[in-house]
């Protein structure tokens, strides 16, 4: 069935450094979600990628979705403490109603 | 609004209680979903409801019984569980569309209920 791989798993940086976390699926996506789950919190939903090559910016983060749809990434310029948290991808899993996500990345900044 | 409330926030409780875990949201979504979550582990899919019916069950252990009473409630019924079952519980909904070949579906997570079974 259909996997969703992300690297790293960890990442650990100091305040003002960038962070970029990297989604590989074994097959083709619709298309790929990214959430943010804070320590003791729940996964919130921070975008969308749909189209092949898209890239959406949201202030210091960047999301792209690769040519060939079966990959993405999260750039995140000059991480700031409040960036602390797991960054998971999703896509649909084959059933087509239903996320297969990542294993996360978890991000731990440091001032 | 676009919040998806969850009851009882926490909850502990013994291998032969039952007890239920409650969800609900007024978004007017028609999907609704529980996760199950381990900690440091991404949330894993346990049950998709879609216009009031169960269309996914990902082989779930029968000690686990979903009901959704109408669109904008969802419960997780629990029985008989076992200390392996502790994990966060999270519930989610949403509105999935086709647009083309593409399903769009932002789902939308609730808190989550913390579940310690001993």
């Known amino acids: 069935g259909q996997q969703v791989m992300q690297i790293p798993q960890y990442q650990h940086v100091q305040e003002g450094e960038d962070f970029t976390t990297y989604c590989n699926s074994s097959?083709?996506?619709?298309?790929i979600q990214w959430y943010k789950q804070r320590p003791g919190g729940h996964p919130v939903f921070l975008i969308q990628?749909?189209?092949?090559?898209e890239v959406k910016k949201q202030k210091r983060l960047t999301f792209q979705f690769g040519e060939a749809k079966k990959n993405s990434s999260l750039h995140i310029t000059a991480t700031q403490t409040t960036d602390v948290g797991t960054y998971f991808c999703?896509?649909?899993?084959?059933?087509?109603?239903?996320?297969?996500f990542g294993k996360g990345t978890s991000l731990l900044v440091t001032p | 609004d676009t919040e998806v409330t969850q009851t009882p926030k926490h909850l502990v409780m013994g291998m032969t209680n039952k007890k239920s875990l409650k969800c609900e949201q007024h978004?007017?979504?028609?999907?609704m979903y529980w996760y199950k979550q381990k900690a440091k582990k991404p949330p894993e899919l346990m049950f998709v409801?879609?216009?009031?019916?169960?269309?996914i069950n990902e082989s779930v252990p029968s000690r686990f019984s979903p009901e959704c009473p109408n669109s904008s409630l969802l419960n997780l019924h629990l029985h008989a569980l076992q200390p392996e079952d502790s994990a966060l519980y999270l519930c989610?909904?949403?509105?999935?569309?086709?647009?083309?070949?593409?399903?769009?579906?932002?789902?939308?997570f609730g808190p989550g209920t913390r579940l310690t079974v001993l």
């Open positions: 990628l749909v189209k092949s090559g």
């Open positions: 989610a909904s949403s509105n999935p569309a086709r647009r083309g070949k593409s399903l769009t579906d932002t789902q939308y």
């Open positions: 097959t083709t996506l619709s298309n």
């Open positions: 978004m007017g979504h028609r999907a």
């Open positions: 999703a896509g649909f899993k084959n059933s087509g109603y239903a996320l297969n």
């Open positions: 409801y879609s216009y009031e019916k169960l269309s």
